[in-house]
């Protein structure tokens, strides 16, 4: 069998896109998601993909999930791809509390309770790949989502601790952060507001999920070991540093 790689969020967005390539390259894939249901089985039907339905908020449930991923196709989780977010947005003076807590818990405490359930097979069996699904707004911040900016920023820091641990045992584990993409989510973005973002993107576009996709494939690859902790920025141009 191929190495098996699970996707959080994955049967909508970026995520879509990242389930469809690592497939199309030959890697055994399963997605999970959190709702819509008529959307994640035509995904499912569509790609030939199983799909897992399961809160990566919930500690006890992403560990039922991976047990069982594991036992349904007979291998251990070799690949994690922490896609799975939300937006709660708001200036922080309008923003509820539990606004802030379901953005922290699903954005960032979902990296915790999908590594923490793969993490131990992975050291066992000297592989692993784990990347981390970040945002442009992690690193530079942005008007309205104190939340969502703490939550991805956090990632990154995630990142760069997790993969100190886990290198002597050939885990890898890796950030990608995204500027905007042309998803569902952005292109809801009233017309005159997404004119104002491209024009400070210097390649004059939105980027595309299949982008953000190859990024992924570069980093998950067997021949990527001496590639950790790092931080792949696909943003086209609009944030350097």
Same mark, same amino acid.
Not at 167 to 188: F, K, L, Q
Not at 194 to 212: C, F, T, Y
Not at 215 to 227: I, K, M, S, Y
């Given at each position: ?13 970026i995520?879509?896109? $990242?389930?469809?390539?690592?497939? +199309?390259?030959? &890697?055994? #894939? *399963? ?6 249901d008529?959307? /994640?089985?035509a995904?499912? !039907?569509?790609?030939?993909?199983p799909? &897992?339905?399961? @809160?990566?908020?919930?500690? @006890? /449930?992403?560990?039922a =999930? #991976?047990?069982?991923?594991?036992? !349904?196709?007979? +291998?251990d989780?070799?690949?994690? *791809?922490?896609n /799975?977010?939300?937006?709660? @947005?708001?200036?922080? +003076? ?5 606004c802030? +807590?379901?953005?922290?818990e ?6 915790f309770?999908?590594?923490?359930? #793969?993490?131990e097979?992975m ?7 784990i *990347?981390n699904i %970040? ?7 942005? &008007?309205?989502?104190?939340?969502y900016?703490?939550a991805?920023?956090?990632?990154h ?5 997790l =993969? ?6 050939n $885990?890898? #584990?890796n950030?990608?952060a995204?500027?905007? $993409?042309?998803t ?10 997404l004119?104002?973002?491209i024009a ?8 595309? =999920?299949? !982008?953000?996709?190859? %990024?992924? !494939?570069?980093? *998950?690859?067997? @021949? ?16 350097? &540093?």
């Amino acid at each position: 069998m191929s190495r098996l790689a699970l996707v959080t969020g994955g049967t909508r967005g970026i995520g879509e896109a $990242i389930s469809i390539r690592l497939k +199309h390259i030959g &890697y055994t #894939v *399963v997605a999970n998601y959190a709702s819509n249901d008529d959307r /994640a089985k035509a995904f499912a !039907e569509q790609n030939s993909i199983p799909i &897992y339905k399961f @809160d990566v908020a919930d500690f @006890d /449930a992403c560990k039922a =999930a #991976v047990e069982q991923i594991k036992q !349904e196709m007979g +291998h251990d989780i070799d690949i994690l *791809v922490n896609n /799975a977010g939300i937006t709660r @947005d708001n200036t922080i +003076h309008n923003m509820t509390s539990e606004c802030w +807590h379901k953005v922290m818990e699903t954005n960032l405490g979902s990296c915790f309770n999908m590594s923490r359930n #793969v993490i131990e097979t992975m050291r066992a069996n000297h592989f692993g790949r784990i *990347v981390n699904i %970040g945002s442009i707004n992690g690193q530079a911040g942005q &008007y309205g989502q104190v939340n969502y900016a703490a939550a991805k920023s956090g990632i990154h820091g995630f990142t760069k601790a997790l =993969a100190q641990e886990g290198a002597r045992h050939n $885990i890898t #584990v890796n950030a990608i952060a995204p500027g905007y $993409i042309a998803t569902d989510m952005v292109r809801a973005v009233p017309e005159r507001v997404l004119e104002k973002i491209i024009a400070k993107i210097p390649v004059g576009r939105l980027g595309d =999920a299949s !982008e953000i996709a190859r %990024g992924v !494939e570069f980093l *998950v690859a067997d @021949d990527a070991g001496f590639v950790t902790g790092s931080t792949l920025s696909i943003n086209g141009g609009q944030h350097m &540093y």
